[in-house]
């Protein structure tokens, strides 16, 4: 258990829908990232925060967006589905920037 | 920004052989290089890091090297195991993570 919380695990929605991806980092770390990994695909970065604050954004579609709440919480807003943003979308925490990045279990989402 | 490549894609080896995987990148401000390793269907998971000011770091069974002249580390495994058998993953930090492309190791017993 790496102390990073994802929910939901599996998400089924139809194209055209809105969903949120929550994620609560580990206890201390102040660092979240979203990464979008498809199927047999690497880790697309896709937004980090820091304290808060959005720290550095990646490949992450206008139709996505992220925020990082005062209790360090994260969510991952992602709209008006296609069928392409089907895939496992994970969050790592880590303790500063720099530090050992910490992933959560994923959420699968799939987009019918 | 920093553009990891990451060789081979794919990789199998014998039981007892070993791996090494190896990668490359651009940005000369980067620090740090963590190695990740994702079984099927699970999270990826930290299994060693090097930082820009040391050349080789060993646990065990696994090895990271830096050459921070020619941009490229590479992770090495002895003595496999078929639970070795998943997809590795390097990266490299300048400001942010930057992963490789990964690599599907299958260790055949």
């Known amino acids: 258990d790496s102390g990073v919380t994802q929910t939901p695990k599996h998400l089924i929605t139809a194209t055209g829908q809105r969903v949120t991806l929550r994620c609560s980092p580990r206890?201390?770390?102040?660092?979240v990232y979203w990464y979008q990994q498809s199927l047999d695909q690497g880790l697309q970065f896709l937004i980090q925060y820091y304290n808060g604050e959005e720290r550095a954004k990646g490949n992450i579609l206008e139709r996505f967006s992220a925020q990082q709440f005062p209790d360090l919480h994260s969510e991952l807003n992602l709209s008006s589905l296609e069928l392409g943003d089907s895939a496992l979308y994970f969050c790592?925490?880590?303790?500063?920037?720099?530090?050992?990045?910490?992933f959560g279990e994923g959420s699968r989402l799939t987009v019918l | 920004g920093e553009n990891v490549e990451q060789h081979p894609s794919t990789l199998s080896v014998q039981e007892g052989d070993s791996a090494v995987i190896k990668c490359t990148y651009s940005?000369?401000?980067?620090?740090?290089f963590p190695w990740y390793k994702q079984e099927l269907g699970k999270r990826p998971q930290l299994i060693i890091d090097i930082r820009s000011n040391v050349g080789e770091k060993k646990d065990q069974r696994i090895a990271v090297t830096l050459n921070k002249t020619a941009k490229h580390f590479s992770l090495h495994i002895t003595e496999t195991q078929p639970e070795d058998s998943a997809v590795y993953f390097c990266a490299a930090y300048g400001n942010q993570f930057y992963f490789g492309t990964g690599t599907s190791l299958t260790v055949i017993p």
């Open positions: 206890s201390g770390d102040l660092s």
């Open positions: 790592a925490s880590s303790v500063s920037p720099r530090a050992e990045l910490f």
């Open positions: 940005d000369s401000a980067s620090n740090y």
